[in-house]
């Protein structure tokens, strides 16, 4: 039986679907372990090669887990809300539930084919109202609840009531938008409206007025990483920054834990490093700077309240309310047109544009609280409106970018405070020499020869003394804004009430999608949701017209993973305590920030109301890197339409063409395929090297505009799933990024052609001994367990497919093929390549699949060297060298060497004077 790898793993993919092999339940008989993919959005092109990569190393460490005796939970679903399925179907009038569940099914179909062992029975969508009436229940707990600084958790927000009813919020401590200071007769003395205004300012889920990327093309909010250049990534728009009323999720206040609770989890220093840039943690100050002329203050942010001397002019953002205020007449003009220059970028391009200055004066004028000096008020684009209080005090010689401001504006640079052993930030801003033991301490006399540290805090000291400010800790990590303008997301389970927001009863949840004449805003400019008709609760109440975001419901779904089929609750708490968090998630670092800060912070809140028993999800997290595309390029004679090979390219004048990749093997172009593949290249000619055309290429981005994307079900109809398992980890580190190369496949398939054999004879005939493996045989297999086994511990799925080819190739050998190495090395390479690891079991005599087998332990009595290869020296000069056993008295191998023939040759009629004996290392023998 020849090795017809496509019988083979239809036969398998089958019984797996027959028998639901990969089924599993709650078994306390077992340790648990939970794998998990990062949630695929299901696009309409399918998957192409780089889509598996993550999934196949996930696949693998769930299979050797299994085999080691754990109850493994590896799941899979669907992030199917979304933008780009709205687009398509505003562009075709097909609803997006259509073309998101054909995308599914194509989805389904691919991944079944690389034989993942997925729990079927637990997938979901996220589109279906029965998962999304998760989040809509997730949604209204936020909610009802607020968060207190003092418990450092989140509680309902009855306890907030109460505290109201009895004190007012003159002792409140909660993390909350701007609220004014009232007695408890106060409170009480609000209208209904009243008080629920003040709530919304406290609660976890709440409406507030921010800036966002506006699409108006789009007619929607977009998230930062939705474009780019200021024009959305789908369908290039203009995008501008406005402010909006909007839902928000109050995420700053779990700054604190998120960036502490970094330290428990086994994740990479680098991911942890951009969690801590994201959160940012800052400690300074608040300080109030007074405007010149007026009763009006602003509000700064500084970690160096101590340079508070130097700060010779004051920033703030576009998006500042201020700016209108402060800007006089004949400045207003310039204003607003640098204003709207600023609203085409998002935040994100301005932080990355940092070192481009631009800005424009308001005319307005600050009084520096500490030296009473007159300071200019400038507007940049490099304060943000969400960081700190959306002003800065610029001190140039101190910080890099106003610096450079005040150079390109020629605004005043002043030395300031340079304490023993602390370099000037702009050493170009010192006019006089500085003395670095001595330090340097101008204008600065509560401060002078103080430590940083020390100065920062008497500097603290007196701001609060003098009422100026107060000390303030400061987090980059902003709330995240919950509302888009779309239809095809999760409804607000919200009705509004007197322009009061109220949340539906939990019973009537899910709250569904409606049905709409279209997909587009209204005439009015409402979003889509306001074409539904009767969208208002029975009593008359309008519903929400937003739509939640696509993390909506991405940010809990490992939690449903483990009870999908619970119409009662997100998770019971019997499922929770046993699966409790993710012990493996492998994903992409494109979600380094925004997924992983949502999950944790959604999980830490249900952690807060006890519906989870973790405090955080994904206890290990790998990030896969990226198979980049190999391109191929045909060279096309510059007038014509005639192609010259690559290597006869230099004597003609030619224009390089991207060529579909899947008309191309090896590099050797499929001119018949070619000239089918667009009607202009019908009657192309060629001219051929050896009477083949060689394509050129290139390692790009794998993308359909530069026709290197690469289906996998190409690569599953030549060469079989097993083969494209094995490959994508050959390529490389599974965290690395790698060029896919056609070229290298036709090995990986040789390589399992070749372990087929060890099992078969030289007529395809089924032949495996019983007989007893010897000592060389036993020393390749646990070499390999031993290998193999390390590897996947450390995720080197590269490596370990190396050891198998090394294994193979010394089996192939020895001509061996005893069961008692062939049957464990079956088991070895299950997680690798499943299809051809059952057939061959299954060939073995077992009956049960070999998901079900135990994993082979290594020996190590197996691999120790029984001998070693001695040099025999004769005066320090090797003559030749020997097999001796190991460990050997000296006496003993002295005995061996000098009755050895070669000894006899090379002493001839001399007698050895001495014989130095080096154990398990060397023999010399000393002749006169």
């Given at each position: 039986?020849?090795y017809n790898?496509?019988?083979?793993?239809?036969?398998?993919?089958?019984?797996?679907?027959k028998n639901k092999?990969?089924?599993?339940?709650i078994d306390k008989?077992?340790?648990?372990?939970?794998?998990?993919?990062?949630?695929?959005?299901?696009?309409?092109?399918?998957?192409h090669?780089?889509?598996?990569?993550g999934?196949?190393?996930?696949d693998?460490?769930?299979?050797?887990?299994r085999?080691?005796?754990?109850?493994?939970?590896h799941p899979?679903?669907?992030d199917?809300f979304?933008?780009p399925?709205?687009?398509y179907?505003i562009?075709?009038?097909?609803?997006?539930?259509?073309t998101?569940?054909?995308?599914?099914?194509r989805?389904?179909?691919?991944?079944?084919?690389?034989g993942f062992?997925?729990?079927?029975?637990?997938e979901?969508?996220?589109?279906d109202?029965?998962?999304?009436?998760w989040?809509?229940?997730?949604?209204?707990?936020?909610?009802k609840?607020?968060?207190?600084?003092?418990?450092?958790?989140?509680?309902?927000?009855e306890?907030?009531?109460?505290e109201?009813?009895?004190?007012g919020?003159?002792e409140?401590d909660a993390?909350?938008?701007e609220?004014?200071?009232?007695?408890?007769a106060?409170?009480?003395?609000?209208?209904e409206?009243?008080?629920?205004?003040?709530?919304?300012?406290?609660r976890l889920?709440?409406?507030a007025?921010?800036?966002?990327?506006?699409?108006?093309?789009?007619g929607?909010?977009?998230?930062?990483d939705?474009?780019k250049?200021?024009?959305?990534i789908?369908?290039?728009h203009?995008?501008e920054?406005?402010?909006?009323?909007?839902?928000?999720?109050?995420?700053?206040a779990?700054?604190?834990?998120?960036?502490?609770?970094?330290e428990?989890l086994?994740?990479?220093?680098s991911?942890?490093?951009?969690q801590?840039?994201?959160?940012?943690?800052s400690e300074?100050?608040?300080?109030w700077?007074?405007?010149e002329?007026?009763?009006?203050?602003i509000l700064?942010?500084?970690?160096?309240?101590?340079?508070?001397?130097?700060?010779t002019?004051m920033?703030?953002?576009?998006?500042?309310e201020?700016?209108?205020?402060?800007?006089?007449?004949?400045?207003?003009?310039?204003?607003?047109?640098?204003r709207?220059?600023?609203?085409r970028?998002?935040?994100r391009?301005?932080?990355?544009?940092a070192?481009?200055?631009?800005?424009q004066?308001?005319?307005?004028?600050?009084?520096?609280p500490?030296?009473?000096?007159?300071?200019?008020i400038?507007?940049s684009?490099?304060?943000?409106?969400?960081?700190?209080?959306g002003?800065?005090?610029?001190?140039?010689?101190?910080?890099s970018?106003?610096?450079?401001f005040?150079?390109?504006?020629?605004?005043?640079?002043?030395?300031?405070?340079?304490?023993?052993?602390e370099?000037p930030?702009?050493?170009?801003?010192?006019t006089?020499?500085?003395?670095?033991?001595?330090g340097?301490?101008?204008?600065?006399?509560?401060?002078?020869?103080?430590?940083?540290?020390e100065a920062?805090?008497?500097?603290?000291?007196?701001?609060?003394?003098?009422?100026?400010?107060?000390?303030?800790i400061?987090?980059?990590?902003?709330?995240a804004?919950?509302?888009?303008?779309?239809?095809?997301?999760?409804?607000?389970?919200?009705?509004?009430?007197?322009?009061?927001?109220?949340?539906l009863?939990?019973?009537?949840l899910?709250?569904?999608?409606?049905?709409?004449d279209a997909y587009?805003?209204?005439?009015?400019?409402?979003?889509?949701?306001?074409?539904?008709?009767?969208?208002?609760?029975?009593?008359g109440?309008?519903?929400?017209?937003?739509?939640m975001?696509?993390?909506?419901?991405s940010?809990?779904y490992y939690?449903?993973?483990?009870?999908?089929?619970?119409?009662?609750?997100?998770?019971?708490?019997?499922?929770?305590q046993?699966?409790?968090?993710v012990?493996?998630?492998?994903?992409?670092?494109?979600?380094a920030v925004?997924h992983?800060?949502y999950?944790r912070?959604?999980?830490?809140?249900l952690?807060?109301?006890?519906?989870?028993?973790?405090?955080?999800?994904?206890?290990?997290?790998?990030?896969?890197?990226?198979?980049q595309?190999r391109?191929?390029?045909?060279?096309?004679?510059?007038?014509?339409?005639?192609?010259?090979?690559?290597n006869?390219?230099?004597?003609?004048?030619?224009?390089?063409?991207?060529?579909d990749?899947?008309?191309v093997?090896?590099?050797?172009?499929?001119?018949?395929?070619?000239?089918?593949?667009?009607?202009?290249?019908?009657n192309a000619?060629?001219?051929?090297e050896?009477?083949?055309y060689?394509c050129?290429w290139?390692?790009?981005?794998?993308?359909?505009?530069?026709?290197?994307?690469?289906?996998?079900?190409?690569?599953?109809e030549?060469?079989?799933a097993?083969t494209?398992?094995?490959?994508?980890?050959?390529?490389?580190?599974?965290?690395?990024?790698?060029?896919?190369?056609?070229?290298?496949?036709?090995g990986?398939?040789?390589?399992?052609?070749?372990?087929?054999r060890?099992?078969?004879?030289?007529?395809?005939?089924?032949e495996?001994s019983?007989?007893e493996?010897?000592d060389?045989?036993l020393?390749?297999?646990?070499?390999?367990?031993?290998?193999?086994?390390e590897?996947?511990?450390?995720?080197?799925?590269?490596?370990?497919?190396?050891?198998?080819?090394i294994?193979?190739?010394?089996?192939t050998?020895?001509?061996?093929?005893?069961?008692?190495i062939l049957?464990?090395?079956?088991?070895?390479i299950?997680?690798?390549?499943?299809?051809?690891?059952?057939e061959l079991?299954?060939?073995?005599?077992?009956?049960?699949?070999?998901t079900?087998?135990?994993w082979?332990?290594?020996?190590?009595?197996?691999?120790?060297?029984?001998?070693?290869?001695?040099?025999?020296?004769?005066n320090g000069?090797t003559?030749f060298?020997?097999?001796?056993?190991?460990n050997?008295?000296?006496?003993?191998?002295?005995?061996?060497?000098l009755?050895?023939?070669?000894?006899?040759?090379?002493?001839?009629?001399?007698k050895?004077?001495?014989v130095i004996?080096?154990?398990n290392?060397i023999v010399?023998i000393?002749?006169?």
């Amino acid at each position: 039986m020849d090795y017809n790898f496509k019988d083979i793993e239809q036969k398998w993919q089958d019984y797996w679907r027959k028998n639901k092999t990969y089924k599993v339940d709650i078994d306390k008989n077992k340790p648990k372990y939970y794998v998990l993919d990062m949630f695929p959005y299901p696009s309409g092109a399918g998957l192409h090669v780089g889509h598996p990569l993550g999934y196949i190393a996930s696949d693998i460490y769930s299979r050797y887990k299994r085999l080691n005796g754990f109850n493994v939970l590896h799941p899979m679903g669907y992030d199917a809300f979304g933008l780009p399925a709205e687009q398509y179907a505003i562009q075709t009038g097909q609803h997006p539930a259509i073309t998101t569940d054909k995308n599914i099914k194509r989805y389904r179909e691919q991944l079944d084919k690389i034989g993942f062992s997925y729990d079927w029975d637990r997938e979901f969508r996220t589109c279906d109202p029965k998962y999304y009436k998760w989040t809509q229940w997730a949604f209204i707990k936020m909610f009802k609840h607020w968060y207190n600084n003092k418990t450092q958790k989140a509680e309902p927000i009855e306890n907030l009531i109460a505290e109201f009813e009895r004190n007012g919020n003159l002792e409140v401590d909660a993390a909350c938008s701007e609220v004014k200071k009232f007695t408890a007769a106060e409170w009480k003395a609000m209208s209904e409206k009243e008080q629920q205004e003040v709530l919304l300012a406290y609660r976890l889920a709440y409406l507030a007025d921010v800036m966002v990327n506006w699409c108006p093309a789009l007619g929607t909010v977009l998230a930062n990483d939705e474009v780019k250049e200021g024009v959305s990534i789908r369908g290039g728009h203009p995008v501008e920054q406005r402010k909006m009323r909007q839902w928000c999720l109050r995420i700053s206040a779990y700054a604190e834990r998120l960036l502490n609770d970094l330290e428990e989890l086994d994740w990479t220093d680098s991911l942890k490093e951009i969690q801590r840039n994201w959160i940012g943690k800052s400690e300074g100050a608040e300080v109030w700077f007074r405007v010149e002329g007026s009763e009006r203050k602003i509000l700064i942010f500084t970690t160096r309240p101590d340079t508070i001397y130097g700060a010779t002019f004051m920033v703030l953002a576009p998006e500042s309310e201020l700016v209108d205020e402060l800007t006089t007449p004949e400045y207003a003009e310039k204003m607003e047109q640098y204003r709207q220059e600023v609203k085409r970028k998002t935040e994100r391009e301005r932080m990355a544009e940092a070192r481009k200055v631009t800005g424009q004066f308001t005319g307005s004028y600050a009084i520096n609280p500490f030296t009473n000096e007159r300071i200019p008020i400038w507007v940049s684009e490099y304060v943000l409106a969400g960081y700190g209080t959306g002003a800065i005090m610029a001190v140039p010689a101190h910080d890099s970018r106003d610096f450079a401001f005040a150079k390109t504006f020629g605004l005043p640079i002043i030395q300031t405070v340079i304490r023993p052993g602390e370099q000037p930030t702009n050493p170009d801003s010192w006019t006089e020499s500085y003395d670095s033991k001595e330090g340097v301490v101008i204008n600065s006399p509560l401060i002078n020869g103080l430590e940083v540290k020390e100065a920062i805090s008497k500097i603290c000291e007196v701001i609060e003394s003098r009422g100026l400010g107060k000390r303030k800790i400061n987090y980059r990590l902003r709330d995240a804004i919950f509302s888009r303008q779309r239809y095809w997301g999760e409804p607000f389970p919200i009705y509004y009430k007197d322009g009061i927001p109220y949340p539906l009863d939990e019973d009537k949840l899910p709250l569904e999608l409606p049905e709409v004449d279209a997909y587009l805003p209204t005439e009015k400019g409402e979003p889509p949701l306001g074409r539904a008709k009767n969208w208002h609760t029975p009593e008359g109440y309008p519903y929400e017209l937003s739509t939640m975001p696509g993390f909506a419901g991405s940010s809990a779904y490992y939690l449903r993973y483990m009870d999908p089929h619970n119409d009662n609750a997100l998770v019971s708490p019997e499922a929770n305590q046993y699966w409790e968090n993710v012990d493996l998630y492998i994903g992409g670092t494109e979600h380094a920030v925004g997924h992983l800060i949502y999950s944790r912070y959604w999980n830490k809140f249900l952690y807060d109301l006890g519906y989870v028993c973790k405090n955080e999800p994904f206890k290990k997290l790998i990030n896969q890197g990226m198979i980049q595309g190999r391109s191929n390029f045909v060279y096309r004679i510059k007038g014509t339409n005639t192609f010259v090979s690559y290597n006869l390219k230099d004597n003609y004048d030619v224009t390089p063409i991207h060529v579909d990749v899947n008309i191309v093997s090896n590099d050797i172009l499929d001119i018949d395929a070619f000239r089918k593949w667009r009607p202009e290249f019908e009657n192309a000619e060629f001219i051929l090297e050896d009477g083949k055309y060689v394509c050129g290429w290139a390692i790009e981005k794998m993308s359909k505009s530069m026709w290197n994307v690469v289906n996998p079900d190409t690569i599953v109809e030549n060469y079989g799933a097993d083969t494209l398992r094995i490959y994508e980890m050959f390529l490389g580190p599974i965290e690395q990024s790698k060029p896919w190369d056609t070229n290298g496949i036709d090995g990986v398939h040789k390589f399992l052609r070749k372990f087929w054999r060890l099992f078969h004879n030289s007529n395809n005939e089924f032949e495996v001994s019983n007989d007893e493996p010897s000592d060389k045989e036993l020393k390749v297999l646990h070499k390999t367990i031993k290998k193999v086994t390390e590897d996947i511990e450390k995720f080197s799925f590269n490596t370990g497919v190396s050891a198998f080819m090394i294994c193979v190739n010394e089996l192939t050998d020895l001509k061996c093929n005893k069961r008692a190495i062939l049957e464990p090395l079956t088991v070895l390479i299950a997680p690798y390549a499943p299809h051809i690891a059952e057939e061959l079991w299954h060939q073995l005599g077992h009956e049960n699949s070999v998901t079900v087998a135990s994993w082979p332990e290594f020996n190590e009595k197996y691999i120790k060297e029984s001998t070693f290869t001695c040099p025999i020296s004769f005066n320090g000069k090797t003559r030749f060298t020997l097999e001796l056993p190991i460990n050997l008295k000296p006496n003993e191998v002295e005995e061996l060497v000098l009755a050895d023939e070669n000894t006899k040759k090379y002493l001839g009629d001399k007698k050895p004077v001495k014989v130095i004996v080096v154990p398990n290392k060397i023999v010399n023998i000393v002749v006169k």
